[in-house]
């Protein structure tokens, strides 16, 4: 089984949807940390973290993170891209994994 480190990242107002999602696809343990978003310049869409009507910004964001299998981090990935799709919205939540190649033993 190949474990992943989860890491999705969204706007402080939309973290209570994020957590949601989170739990109706199977991620019943995560943690959070407050960060700030800060974007200085127009960049590239394919990398634009921050939106695509955004040209400077600080936010206000969350990161939610997990480590879970494949199978249902694929899930998450594929709710938020479809979350986002549906919402338009100026801020989209973003997601992605990391692979675990080791761990601590559990006791």
């Known amino acids: 089984m190949c ?27 995560f943690s959070t940390l407050s960060i700030s978003g800060h974007k200085k310049r127009k960049e590239n869409p394919l990398i634009n973290w921050y939106g695509s009507n955004s040209e400077l910004a600080k936010v206000s964001s969350v990161m939610l993170f997990s480590f879970t299998d494949e199978e ?8 938020i891209n479809k979350c986002n799709e549906d919402a338009h919205d100026v801020f989209p939540a973003h997601a992605f994994t990391l692979n675990v190649d080791e761990f601590s033993k559990f006791f």
Do not use: C, F, W, Y
């Open 72 to 79: 249902t981090a694929h899930k998450v990935l594929e709710n």
């Open 3 to 29: 474990m992943k480190l989860l890491i999705v990242l969204s706007i402080r107002e939309s973290q209570d949807k994020v957590a949601e999602l989170l739990e109706r696809v199977g991620v019943s343990r």
